[in-house]
Structures are given as structure tokens and as C-alpha cells.
């Protein structure tokens, strides 16, 4: 197999921006220039901490937020590709002394429109599981119609029959009964609520399924069982993961490879084993050390790294590296330029001025 | 189910006893008596009509007098306005003329005010959701009167080159309905647009409809079969007595269009003091918007599946 053809999803420079009303510029910069790639059959995690656009980058991805800029290829075919619509500017704001200062913003540049690409073939191949069960299932439907609904969409099934019976496959491959069909999904627990949205995600046969905390809402019994029946469902389907999660130790132990957001930006990539054996970039470092370590030995002996104040606001991020208010290894360049992606070992990347 | 309804329709003929007492009690309760006009009538008359009709005796007596006719289904009859004439066949014959009013004009107003809801909702922040904002407030805001009146004046010839319409309503030609129901229809028109839009944002901002996207499902199927159904709950609450205030007619609109309706018979049976037609319209009403609940309640189960009505509701 090529190399090109080893890569299911690509993207490149991805940004999503979310416009707020009444403020002028980009509004919330969710996800900042992101770049990565996903291989056929890995699980790609992801992880960061609440509000870094961990979400935002899975379903920007899958087109479910339309992205601001950037391009997405899907197995070699482009879904979406736009020019950054921005451009940066020196104008004089006034500070907060009341004084005019020069400082650079974003101002809206006009841009040709992205070329339009049905998605319909691509939502049979890419799927999503959601965080939260029971908000991501229609209450007017039943479990039936809610899996049956993305048969028909795709015209999957030529029979009615063909379409029961499909149903009741996907129901028992996810662990629920095949009676379960005809129930409501406020009928279900949040652990079979999350079944049946791992069935519905199924029911196209799709090679890519981006796992949104698909356990984060759940049990911390269930949440084991959920992630077993994910890995099973891998093997047997040779599925394609982007999982992501805040917990690190979950996706520590599901993911090929490993990366890490911070605001809007991706600012270490790497194999599974290599970021926690060998974390580059300070963030990671600070992230991995806050992972709590079931044996009080050597969770004493562990020196804990805290960051010092608060993440800053995506409406507003840190000029320079986005981490850098934070960082206890700031250095003037890092508030002056942005930090590119480099491959710092084979398959390592980290986004850090001070790996050179 | 059964059971459930058999306890609404017990509690139905409740309300309606309550209201019945409670109108009664209020209306002899009114000063001024339903002879009086601009010749007053001696005291020997008065005294005369009084005992024809039976208001000589004490409250209690009438109003059980009056409750054991209505258990027969007699109204009793019109003591002013149309005098000797049942009460329950001026209702049957004024009701079918405010009621197919009334029905065109809530026909419209749904049918166009909850797709501009959905619009709105869809195209919220635009251009679009400010112009049918203002509309609505409009709308809303406005009394009934004054688009009656702007209609009858635009459309009857007040405007050279408009006139459309007929100034005096003629029953049966179809020209006579269009301004009345216009009329009629446009606060519920704004309203459940509004409600709608608000339903409608509530909706389409849950995972849900995520979900549906990420079934590669079109905007439309996502907006009309996910969003609206779950949306719908807060337009039924509303439709519900709506529907029973517009089919027993609007007296403005019906005053101003000069319709021989119900709705006019609300407002001057009392200011006539016509005993009975004050209490046959008033019942009718009331009835009329029980069972208009009643429906609306039957009608969540049927939207909303998570609502079990044998369990009181919940």
C-alpha cells in the first residue's frame, strides 16, 4: 500500500472561527490553524482540557460546524478547501489608559466562496458518536426509527424486511436486545442510550467514526464496557478513530497515537507509548503530570507541575504562542511568533520555540 | 387512557358548574336591571316583567331553577335583544357564521405563521428574523381595531384603485371573508410565529439535530421531522384556546365588518343585561375551551411520547 493511500483523513490548516454578535474580528477562535492526518485503522486520541476546541476540531472535520478555513481530504478527495478569510492589520485601538496604541487585528478580508461538496457519500463514511446520549437522540423517535433513519437516507436496505433485520443486527452487535427497537430513548440508561447511538453511528458501515468523550458522560462501570465494545467493533470492522477525551489514561490506553490542544491549537503529536514516555512540548509535560496515579508511592514521589492563572479566552488569545501567559519557559520570542509544527523525532511533533 | 379521559370529562363538568354559579352571582351582582332603556317602564311593569320572567325570586331559586332547565338542554330564552327567542337557537344560528370565519382565520395564521417561525428561527439574526420581528410586534401589539379598520378603509375604496371588497358583510359570497379573516387571523398569525421562532431555536440548537446532520440527512427533513415535531408542544399549548376564542368570534372585527356573528352577542348581551343569552354564550365559551383542552392534552401524548398521561401528566 502507498503511502498516500495509508491516509484517510487529512487536514490542513484547518480554523474554525465562531462570529459573536455585536464584536467585530473573528469572534471565538475555537481551532487555529490545525494540521494532522489520520492513518487507515489507527485511533487517533486527543485530548486537552474543557474549552481547548477538542470538539470543535471532530466536528468541524465532519463538516457538522462549517469550518472557517482550511482544507479537509477525505481517502484523497477534498471535502472542503477555503481561504483564510482574514488578514492581519495594525490599527490604532484605544488601551485601557485611554491612551491610542498601534496593535494588530484580524479584519475581514474577502475571499472567493469554498467550493460546495455534497456530503451525502461522505456522512456514509464518516460518522460521529456524541458526548452527552441522551441530548443526541431524537425523544420523538424510537430506537428503530432513529437507526432506520440513516438506512433510508442512504438507501441502504431495498426491503422492509432487509431494513428489520439490519436493525436488529446492529442492535445486538452493541449489546441491546432486538425488542429494544420499538422503546423510546428516555426508556434507556445512559450507558444503553450510548449503544444505541454507537448502532446508529454503524448503521451505514462507515470507515471513519470520530468518538466525541463517547464515555465521558457515562458510569465509570459502563465506561469500560463502552470502550471494550469500541475496540472490538474496530477489529472486527476495521474502523478508523479520532477519539477524543479529556481523560488521558482512557486514551492513553485505546490510541495509536496521541495529540495534545491547547486553545484552538495542536501542540504535540506523537505515538501513544513515545508522549508519555517522552513528552516534549511544557504542556504536555504539565498535562501528563496532572494524570493521577492509583499507587500513593510513587504518586508522592511525583513532582506535580501546576500552571500558574487561568486558560486565557479564545475570543481573545495570547498573541504569539497561544500557551505562552502560562508557560514557565517563556521566552520573547514566544510572544512574538507563532510556534509552527516540526518534527522534532520520527512520528514526534511539537509546536514549541524552544525545541528549535 | 380511558380512565384518564372519563377524569378529565368528571373534571370538565366541574369547571363548568363553577363557571356557570360564578357568571351568574356576577351578573345579577352588575347594578341596573334589563328594562331600562330610554323610556323607563313604570313600577307596575316592572314589576310585571320581572315576575314573567321569574327574576321576582330569590338568587338561589333562579339559579336552580336555571341549572335544572339546563340539565333538559334549555338555555331558556332572550329576555332583550331578541325578545321570546331561544337562547340556544341564536347561538346555533350566529355560531356557523363567526365559526367559518374563525376558521379560515386560524387555518392562515397556522399555516403561515409557524412556517415564518421555522424561517425565522433558521434565519436567525438576519435580515429576515428582523423584518418578521417587527411584523410580529406589530402584529401582536397592535388592537384588532385598528388593522380592521386600516383593512376596511385600504380594500372597500378608501384607497382609489383598491377596492376589492364589499364594505358590508354578505354571508355566502366569498369576497365578504377575505378582510374579516385577514383581520381575524393576524394576531394568532404573529403570535404562534413567535412562539414558534422560540420553540424553534430552543430545538434546533440540541445534539440531536447534530445527529441528524451527521446522518447526511438535508436542512429541510432536519428542520420539519426533528426540529418542529419537538418544537410543536408550546404552539399546541397555545393553539388550543385560541382556536375556541376565534371560532366563537371576534366582537371588534365582527363589529367592524358588521358580521352577524356570536362574537358581538358576548359583549352586548351584558351590556343589555339579557340574562339567559349572557349565560348561554358565556357557557358556551366555556365549554368550548374545555374541550379545546382536553384535545391539546390528548394531543401531547401524540407529539411528545415521553409524556404519560395515566400518570398524571408527567
Known sequence: MSEKNDILVQVDHLTKYFPVKGMKGPGVQAVEDVSLFIKRGETLGLVG??????????????????????????????????????????MSV????????????????????????DMLPYRRK??????DPSASLDPRMTVGEIIGEALDIHKLCSSKTERTERIKELLSMVGLNTEHANRYPHEFSGGQQQRVGIARALAVRPEFIVCDEPISALDVSIQSQVVNMLEDMQQDLGLTYLFIAHDLSVVRHISNRIGVMYLGTLVELAESYELNRNPIHPYTKTLLSAVPVPDPQVSRSRQRIVLEGDIPSPMNPPKGCRFHTRCPYATEKCKEAVPQLKEHAPGHWAACHLLG | MTKYVLKRVLMAVITLFVVICLTFFLMNAVPGTPWLSEKTPSEATIAALNEKYGLDKPLIVQLGKYLENLA???????????????????ILTMFPISASIGAIAILW????????????AYRRGTWVDSLLRVICTIGISMPGFVIATMLLHAFTGGIEGLKFFPTIFQQGTAKSYVLPCLALGFYP??????????????????????TARAKGLRNKTIIFKHALRNAL??????????IAFTLCGGFVVETV?????????????????????????????AAFIIVMNLIVDLLYKLVDPRINLAKGGE
Open chain 2, 72 to 90: 333538559h338542554l334549555d338555555f331558556g330564552n332572550s329576555i332583550k335583544m331578541q325578545k321570546d327567542r331561544p337562547v340556544l337557537e341564536i
Open chain 2, 189 to 210: 398569525m404573529c403570535y404562534l410565529s413567535r412562539q414558534t421562532r422560540t420553540a424553534m431555536l430552543d430545538a434546533i440548537n440540541q445534539e440531536y439535530i447534530k
Open chain 2, 109 to 120: 395564521a397556522i399555516l403561515v405563521g409557524v412556517p415564518l417561525g421555522c424561517l425565522a
Open chain 1, 94 to 117: 484605544k488601551g485601557a489608559d485611554g491612551a491610542m496604541h498601534p496593535e494588530t487585528v484580524l479584519v475581514k478580508k474577502p475571499v472567493p466562496r469554498p467550493k460546495s461538496v
Open chain 1, 126 to 131: 464518516m460518522q460521529i458518536i456524541f458526548q
Open chain 1, 49 to 90: 482540557e474543557s474549552g481547548c476546541g477538542k470538539t470543535t476540531l471532530g466536528r468541524t472535520i465532519l463538516r457538522l460546524h462549517e469550518p472557517t478555513s482550511g482544507k479537509i481530504v477525505y481517502d484523497g478527495k477534498p471535502i472542503y478547501e477555503h481561504q483564510y478569510p482574514f488578514e492581519a492589520k495594525t
Open chain 2, 233 to 242: 408542544i408550546p404552539v399546541i399549548t397555545y393553539l388550543g384556546p385560541q
Open chain 2, 257 to 285: 365588518f358588521t358580521i352577524p356573528g356570536l362574537g358581538r352577542y358576548f359583549v352586548s348581551s351584558i351590556s343589555n343585561r339579557d340574562y339567559p343569552l349572557i349565560m348561554g354564550t358565556t357557557i358556551f365559551l
